[in-house]
C-alpha cells in the first residue's frame, strides 16, 4: 500500500527526499546536532522533531496527491545563498548558523523544487523543523533574570522580609538561588515545541495557530515564575525540610504536566472541524509548469554535495599550534603592577587553547588576576569564542554568577560579572581579542574572525579575564581592576600581536 501512495504522489516523494538527503549531506552538521540532543537534556525534543515533520506532511498526503511539483528556479538562488551561509559559518565553527543554514537550505530547496502553492501548504512542519536546532541556551540568563526579580516580587507581596543580590535572595529561614535549572528554559522549549504540534493538528488557519503558538510561549515563562514562588513559600513555611531536595524538581516538572493539561484543555474549546481543514487546502489542478522536478532536485543536490569539499580546500591553512614563545615574554611587571606567587582562587575554564597565562598582581590598590587563552590557530574544539570557555560551572561547580552587565573602560566595553563560592566573592572583567579587534560580544568576535580568515588568513584569537577579591564597595574593586586594565591592555595586545606574527 506504501508503495503505491508513493507512486502516485510524486510531491511527497520530492519532500521526502529533501528532508532525508540534506542531513546526510551534511553529515557532520546533523551529527552535531544529535549530540547536544544526546548529552544536553533541554534539547532531547530534537531527536523527534525530524520523525514528527514527516509524520504531519504524511498526513497531508491526500492533498499532496492532487498537487503536482510546480519548480520555481529562481527560488533556488536563496538555497546557494544559504549554502554560502553555512559555509562562512563552517569556516569559523559557529555550529548553530551551520545548523540553521541546514535547516534553511531543506525549506529553501523544497520551495524551489515544488514550487509556491505546496511550500505555502506545509509551510508550518516545515518551520518546525528550526526546532532541531538546539538554541535556546542565550535565554537562560534573561530568564534566570525575570524569575529571579518575579518571586523576589512576589515573596515581598506576602510581607516576608527578603534580600535579594542578582541571582540570589535571603529570606528568614534561608538562602535560595535562582540557577540555570531555575530558568524555565526547559519547561518553555518543551511546551512551544508539543504547541506548534497541537496548534498544527487542532486548528486549520494560520491565525489560530499562530496565537496558540504565542500562549505556548508566554505561559511557560509566567508559570515558571509561579512555581519558584511556590517552591520558596513551602520551604520557608516547612523550615527548608520540604521542596529543596529532588522534590524541588519533582514539583516543577508536575507543574509542568498541569500547565500543559490546561493549555490544551483550554485550546480544545477553538478546535476546527474537518471541513475547515478541507477549505483550508489549497485547490488541486494540473501543473502549470512542464519543468522536469528530479532534474532540478538532482542537479541541485549535486551541487550542494559540492559544498562541504569546498570547506575542506578553504581549512588548507596552517593550523599548527604556537608553541615558540610566551603569550608576555616580559610578565613580571605590568605598569606599577608586580607578578606575585600566590595561588588563585579561581580561574576561568578554558578549553583547549595553544597557550595559557595564568599569572597575579599586586601594587598598593591590592591583588588582581591576569588569566588569557591564546588560540593561534582557531579550529574546531580550539576556539576563542566557545560555550567551552566560561567562567564557571553550572552543573556542579561551587562557583555562581550573581550578576552580569557590560561596561565602558577607556574606550572600549567589557563583560562584567560578580560570581561567588561559600568563601569568596570576586569582580571580573572578561573581554575578546580577534586579529586586531577587542571587543566584549562575542557575536562581532565571530563575524570578525570570518572577515580575518577570508581577508588576511589570520587566524589567531584570545580570551581574557582580570579579576579581584570583592569584599565591600565595588566601586574600589572597579577602580582597581581599571587601573590594572589601563597599565597593562596594551602590553597585552603588543604581546599577542608579535606572538602571531612568530608563528
Known amino acids: 500500500m506504501i508503495n503505491n501512495i508513493f507512486e502516485q504522489n510524486r510531491s511527497l516523494v520530492l519532500l521526502y527526499s529533501i528532508i532525508l538527503s540534506i542531513p546526510v549531506l551534511f553529515y557532520q552538521t546533523t551529527l552535531d546536532m544529535a549530540e547536544v540532543w544526546w548529552v544536553n ?66 525549506l529553501s530547496l523544497s520551495w524551489g523544487i515544488l514550487g509556491h502553492k505546496i511550500f505555502y501548504f506545509l509551510l ?40 535579594q543580590e542578582g541571582f540570589n535572595f535571603i529570606l528568614p529561614s534561608g538562602n535560595w538561588s535562582v540557577v540555570e535549572e531555575c530558568s524555565g528554559v526547559r519547561y518553555l522549549i518543551a511546551t512551544v515545541t508539543l504547541g506548534i504540534v497541537y496548534s498544527y493538528i487542532t486548528y486549520a488557519s494560520l491565525k489560530k495557530r499562530l496565537v496558540f ?56 474549546f ?22 522536469p522536478p528530479v532534474m532540478y532536485l538532482a542537479i541541485s543536490l549535486i551541487v550542494i554535495a559540492a559544498i562541504p569539499n569546498m570547506l575542506y580546500q578553504a581549512n588548507s591553512l596552517d593550523n599548527s599550534s604556537s608553541e615558540s614563545i610566551e603569550i608576555l615574554p616580559d610578565a613580571s611587571k605590568l605598569g606599577h603592577w608586580y607578578i606575585t606567587e600566590k595561588a588563585p582562587v579561581w580561574k576561568p575554564i578554558l578549553h583547549q587553547p595553544d597557550q595559557l597565562l595564568n599569572a ?35 552543573y556542579g561547580g561551587t562557583w555562581k554568577i550573581v550578576t552580569t552587565s557590560v561596561s565602558n573602560i577607556s574606550d572600549s566595553s567589557i563583560n562584567e560579572y560578580v560570581i561567588m563560592d561559600p568563601g569568596h566573592k570576586l569582580l571580573i572583567w572578561q573581554w575578546y581579542r ?70
Open 41 to 106: 537534556e533541554t534539547f532531547t525534543h530534537g531527536f523527534l522533531v525530524f520523525p514528527i515533520t514527516l509524520w504531519l506532511i504524511w498526513g497531508k498526503k491526500d492533498n499532496l496527491a492532487n498537487l503536482p511539483p510546480e519548480p520555481t528556479p529562481y527560488i533556488l538562488a536563496f538555497t546557494l545563498l544559504f549554502c554560502f551561509s553555512w559555509l562562512v559559518s563552517a569556516l569559523i565553527d559557529i555550529k548553530v548558523i551551520m545548523q540553521l543554514s541546514m535547516i534553511s537550505i531543506i
Open 124 to 163: 508550518f512542519p516545515l518551520l518546525f523543523l528550526y526546532l532541531a536546532v538546539p538554541i535556546g541556551q542565550g535565554l537562560i540568563p534573561i530568564l534566570m533574570e525575570f524569575t529571579a526579580n518575579t518571586t523576589v516580587y512576589l515573596v515581598k507581596l506576602t510581607g516576608i522580609p527578603v534580600y
Open 213 to 268: 503558538t504565542a500562549f505556548t510561549i508566554i505561559t511557560p515563562i509566567i508559570a515558571n515564575s509561579l512555581r519558584a514562588f511556590i517552591i520558596v513559600l513551602l520551604g520557608h513555611y516547612s523550615g527548608m525540610t520540604i521542596a529543596t531536595g529532588a522534590d524541588h524538581l519533582l514539583y516543577g516538572w508536575v507543574l509542568f504536566g498541569i500547565i500543559i493539561i490546561t493549555m490544551f484543555y483550554i485550546g480544545s
Open 270 to 291: 477553538w478546535r476546527d472541524s474537518n471541513e475547515e481543514f478541507d477549505k483550508s487546502a489549497p485547490a488541486s489542478g494540473p501543473a502549470k509548469s512542464a519543468k
Open 360 to 394: 597575579g598582581y599586586t601594587s598598593e590598590l591590592g591583588d588582581v588576576q591576569l588569566d588569557i587563552g591564546y588560540f593561534h590557530a582557531q579550529r574546531a574544539g580550539h576556539e576563542t569564542v566557545s560555550t567551552n570557555n566560561k567562567l564557571v560551572n553550572q
Open 434 to 503: 580577534v586579529g586586531e579587534l577587542q571587543t566584549h560580544n562575542p557575536y562581532l568576535a565571530k563575524i570578525y574572525e570570518a572577515y580575518m580568515r577570508l581577508a588576511k588568513g589570520r587566524t589567531d584569537g584570545a580570551y581574557i579575564t582580570i579579576s579581584t577579591i570583592l569584599s565591600g564597595d565595588k566601586d574600589i574593586a572597579r577602580n582597581r581592576l581599571s587601573t590594572f586594565y589601563n597599565q597593562s591592555v596594551g602590553t597585552i595586545n603588543d604581546g599577542l600581536d608579535e606572538l602571531q606574527k612568530n608563528n
